[in-house]
């Protein structure tokens, strides 16, 4: 049994690794998609996409697995419905005030302060009763130190920029936590695509209301949008809704923060964009931050949220 549990938390990881394999190689996606359509427009096309490109798998494991009398395999029940909105509604203002903040500062303070989850995940989890262990605070406190080196290349100082984006870090922990609280109860794939088209119709109907859209604009960033909604939406974001089944919140937000070591690396390879000694330094301290928690698993058990609603989860 104790060898099951630790075959799923290994394959729990591997699949958030290569989720923040994907998520850093998009930010590549995404500046290239900028110089065409605007951000709500970008996520609202991506995230559409990401949607529809799981329902043709829903529809297959519904025929496969489902039974007319098991109301269970409707498309969509109420529960997820409701769940959905709650997870696509977070999903969303996380995504949606990063872009505002992006507007205003730089990308290096941009991405450390939006990394700043991998700390916050755990402060908050204190407060809905989920406890870290050592292991997870010192991966996190590695991370976080690492990030700054990675990102931060002058003095940190706060600007109005940087406040919208430190709000959006206040959601993604949210929605590390809520996934984390969720994804074990119900059925992963269904749970992603629900918050993808709640994410969409949010995102659509703000660039109505402030952004030019035009068919040319989506044309013309046809590639940097199909990578952003096909695979780092559709897959991406679903392999963490999957692998957080086996893996503790704190946990998965040292690993997922890892995104931000493969944008760099990516930026690299594919932009041209330097990379000095400090930030190599800052790739190896996050990269230590993950194995800790890999190697030494926390010391102290993370007690379930399953008692915890919707209300008190976001």
């Known amino acids: 049994m104790k060898k099951a549990v630790n075959n799923r938390s290994l394959r729990a990881d591997w699949l958030l690794l290569l989720t923040a394999v994907i998520w850093g190689c998009a930010f590549v ?24 490109a799981l329902v043709p798998l829903i529809l297959y494991r519904n025929r496969r697995y489902g039974t007319p009398s098991d109301p269970g395999h409707a498309f969509f029940s109420r529960e997820f419905l409701l769940k959905g909105l709650l ?19 730089t990308a290096g303070k941009g991405g450390f302060i939006t990394g700043l989850y991998v700390i916050l995940v755990p402060i908050i989890g204190l407060f809905l ?8 605070w010192a991966g996190a406190l590695l991370a976080t130190i690492g990030m700054y080196l990675l990102c931060v290349a002058d003095t940190l100082t706060i600007e109005t920029g940087d ?3 430190l709000s959006s870090a206040f959601f993604w922990a949210n929605h590390v936590l809520i996934i984390g609280w969720l994804s074990p109860k119900m059925d992963t794939i269904k749970l992603a695509c629900a918050q993808f088209i709640v994410c969409a119709i949010l995102s659509l109907t703000t660039a109505i209301l402030i952004e030019p859209i035009t068919i040319s604009g989506i044309r013309d960033g046809i590639l940097p949008i199909l990578y952003g909604g096909l695979i780092s939406v559709g897959i991406a974001y679903t392999l963490q809704v999957v692998a957080q089944k086996d893996a503790p919140p704190a946990h998965a937000s040292i690993i997922l923060s890892l995104e931000t070591v493969f944008a760099a690396i990516s930026g690299w390879l594919l932009l041209g964009e330097a990379l000095s000694l400090r930030a190599v330094i800052g790739c190896g301290l996050m990269l230590a931050g993950m194995l800790i928690v890999q190697l030494w698993p926390a010391s102290l058990p993370e007690t379930a949220i399953s008692h915890m609603s919707p209300r008190t989860a976001g």
């Open 87 to 105: 997870i696509g509604i977070v999903l969303f203002c996380g995504a949606g005030l990063q872009q505002i903040g992006m507007v205003y500062t």
């Open 129 to 136: 009763g989920r406890r870290t262990g050592w292991s997870g």
């Open 29 to 52: 996606a995404q500046r290239s998609g900028m110089r065409y359509i605007g951000p709500f427009t970008f996520n609202a096309v991506r995230f559409m996409l990401g949607g529809c």
């Open 163 to 165: 406040i919208w984006v």
